[in-house]
């Protein structure tokens, strides 16, 4: 956990523990325990409570969800995994976890090829892009470029660190599993629901405010790749926006000085390429943010990868080099980066 969010969750304004979360018959959506929530250091604060049917109880049905699905983001960080990947949905866990029939696809697709090997025995896992991309280079003969815009866009491969996070997801307990795409959302609109709801001047609604504000910001802060604000309120989406850029520029410096001791270290060029590969990575994400209309028009419709071509450290999108006279650039908006040697 970032000392940023150590200090924010230490801050946090509170004025008494939640003793009635899961007692007072509010129940979680998406199936979440209330455990969660009973654990988790992020707390809102809740209006005294009679019986289930009173007037808070869809106030505070937005507290409960938005405190067991922030935990489980807390969760997932303190044990060392990505908390949230917001352009991961459940079709992508079932591309990467679910083995579809022999008979669906001829045996030349890549569809195939990524579930089945040469002499048809079904894989214990599918081949990622990277993986589809080194076959198609070794066995087909196609230039790097045209497999990797194969595997990109022909097949349902997804990208080796995309694929490895679906499947550990699958396999973690609840109380600390990364959000997807959807979990994302919800998570979202419950910390809209607890701003936006909070209309009164009583101590309680202040208070909350005051949280979901920082649960906006805590949450910008989580992101290593740039997102455009999720949040549809003004106050929340510049909460989220100011800190998540801070902390993409909190990267881009990690990253020179990552670079800087692995030359000075003597590491070998595979550490000082990796390095490097990592500053452009966070420049181009600052770059993103800093774009006309990247809040909240633009959409990742495609990543960049930065691999040594020939000596060079080049940028591709969706397999293309930027700059390539077939590059996808339409997908997706981002800094002319040249090669760098």
Do not use: C
Not at 112 to 123: E, I, K, T
Request: aromatic content about 8%; hydrophobic content about 45%; cysteine-free.
């Amino acid at each position: 956990m970032t000392p940023a969010i150590d200090v924010m969750l230490g801050n946090l304004p509170n004025a008494h523990r939640a003793p009635l979360i899961g007692r007072r018959g509010i129940q979680p959506g998406n199936g979440h325990s209330a455990r969660v929530a009973r654990t988790s250091p992020f707390r809102f604060v809740y209006f005294t409570a009679p019986s289930e049917h009173e007037r808070h109880s869809a106030y505070h049905q937005h507290l409960v969800v938005a405190e067991i699905l922030f935990g489980r983001v807390l969760a997932a960080r303190a044990a060392g995994h990505r908390p949230i990947a917001p352009s991961l949905d459940y079709a992508a866990e079932a591309r990467a976890t679910v083995r579809p029939p022999r008979g669906m696809f001829r045996a030349a697709t890549l569809e195939y090829r990524r579930w089945y090997d040469h002499n048809g025995a079904a894989r214990t896992q599918p081949l990622t892009q990277e993986d589809l991309t080194v076959q198609l280079v070794s066995e087909n003969g196609l230039p790097l470029e045209d497999a990797r815009h194969r595997a990109a866009h022909r097949s349902h491969a997804l990208p080796a660190a995309d694929q490895a996070w679906l499947i550990g997801r699958r396999h973690t307990p609840l109380d600390r599993r990364p959000l997807n795409q959807a979990e994302f959302q919800a998570l979202v609109g419950a910390i809209e629901g607890a701003y936006q709801l909070a209309v009164g001047t009583s101590h309680v609604e202040r208070t909350n405010r005051q949280i979901a504000l920082r649960a906006a910001a805590m949450l910008g802060s989580l992101l290593n790749e740039f997102v455009a604000s999720p949040f549809t309120v003004a106050a929340l989406g510049q909460a989220f926006s100011e800190i998540h850029l801070a902390h993409l520029r909190r990267t881009i410096e990690s990253s020179r000085q990552a670079e800087s001791e692995s030359g000075v270290l003597l590491a070998g060029p595979k550490a000082w390429f990796a390095a490097k590969a990592a500053r452009m990575r966070a420049e181009h994400q600052i770059g993103l943010a800093m774009s006309p209309g990247s809040f909240p028009a633009i959409r990742l419709a495609a990543y960049p990868v930065v691999a040594v071509v020939g000596g060079k450290l080049r940028t591709f999108v969706d397999g293309w080099r930027r700059g390539h006279s077939r590059s996808r650039a339409a997908d997706v908006t981002m800094p002319a980066f040249s090669a760098i040697g």
